[in-house]
């Protein structure tokens, strides 16, 4: 392949100038980005049905806001020392 020739190659032809390009690699090499963005659109497309399904699976979308008494959250302390290692 002379200099000129190199500039305007694809990389993959270049990669397959003088190899076989009939047993399937070249073939799969060249339809690549097709098959990937077929890929990713079909996996998204999953994916945002399982959302929608998910969003429209609940009864109130935006639920109201609970009252203070709900929010308000009781700590207590547990002393497991003692049972644990009885002392």
Do not use: C, H, W
């Not at 963005?37 to 399904?53: K, N, P, Q, R, W």
């Not at 709900?70 to 049972?83: G, H, L, P």
Request: proline share 2%.
């Amino acid at each position: 392949m002379t200099n000129t020739a190199i500039l305007r190659a694809d990389l993959l032809d270049i990669i397959f100038e003088q190899r076989n390009k009939d047993y399937g690699a070249y073939a799969l090499r060249r339809g690549y980005d097709r098959r990937l963005l077929t890929a990713m659109g079909a996996a998204m497309s999953v994916v945002l049905l399982f959302v929608v399904i998910n969003i429209s699976g609940r009864k109130n979308f935006f639920p109201a806001p609970r009252n203070q008494r709900d929010r308000i959250v009781e700590i207590t302390e547990v002393k497991m020392f003692k049972a644990i290692f009885g002392k």
